[in-house]
């Protein structure tokens, strides 16, 4: 496995990393991860089974959390020539994955990439548009490169197959539905966060540019409501000032992530570059209906009028309508929070891990994947207009 990011950085590329290593150690499977390094050293060089050789990195400007491996393709390939691996898994690749996929194509090792980050995307929301181009080409080269690669949503696959790249299957998501759940509500935690009884409208996920948390500032004033942010990142203290009347948690992880999820009426997500939005699913399997951004990996997950509400990208009165909806209804909210429940039953990592490793197995065999039929616009999930006023009455 080759990632961009791992630990100590806990994000979605590393949380999918792990759910799969756990799999492949069941399986008694052989695993070694190829990440950039980490001034932490207290971070084990064994994780899930899997050794862990690092690379040398240096921080991201402006993101230090965030490493970048230095070195190039001779390196890689000098590593994975010594360990003569049977496939190559490229996490997110764009970096160190880049050199990975050439060093495996010229060593003649089978590749499965898994786009999971609309990296350039993030070029226009960080001020640099004129590299989101040269970032999209890097892209296409490195998934026109790899034997096959995998996307989390409808959304992606147009939007990579668009781009040309068609060997492209489909790799949604695991969701823990023990550790994330409705019975993780707490009566203590609510009243931590909202002592006046106030509905919970949450978020979760890193507090960065891409991620448009700034957006639910259009909640801020609604009546009967508390925002709860949880995580941290490099926008904290900015949006500590454009939000001071939510709760900011700090990062949550474990049972007290799982806690704070099942104890909120209300999930919304602002971010439109999202290839899945995992916080949705941990959302929906605790019982937790979802006003989500309708872009990307939501469009396959949110359901509307039945599991939350998709708004028009940039349409915060939208966004601001959806959740005064949800909010004042109570009978409303948990009717969809029941059938967001229902929704994910299923999709659990073994599930899924299980899943990847048949497509690990096809490209080792040589199989070419047969393309997918046209998914139905995506798009057209969302839904334009909602009752101008809830049964509680609120103003649309």
Known sequence: MVAESFLPLMNGVTHSILRVLEHLQERGDEVMVIAPSTSDTAVSDVVNGAYVHRLPSVPLAGYTNVRVALGGVNRVKRILADYAPDVVHLA?????????????????????????TEVPSYAGRYGVPILENWAWNRVDNIHLLADRTLVPSTFALNQLRGRGILRVGMWRRG????????????????????PDGERVIGYVGRLAVEKQVEDLAVLADLPGTKLVIVGDGPQRTALEAALPQAVFTGFLGGEELAEAVAGFDLFVHPGEFETFCQTIQEAMASGVPVVATGRGGPLDLVENSRTGWLYEPGDLAQLRGYVQDLVGDDAKRRAFGTAALASVQGRTWPVLSAQLVNHYEAVISGEVLAELPAPANPVAKIHPTFPA???????A
Request: hydrophobic residues 45%; glycine residues 6%.
């Open 92 to 116: 997110s690749p764009f970096v160190l994955g880049w050199r990975a996929v050439q060093a495996a194509h010229q060593l003649g090792i089978p590749t499965v990439a898994i786009y999971q």
């Open 389 to 395: 006023t809830s049964s509680k009455g609120l103003p």
């Open 175 to 194: 969701v823990d539905t023990a550790r994330f759940s409705p019975a993780k509500r707490s009566t203590a935690w609510r009243a931590s966060v909202a």
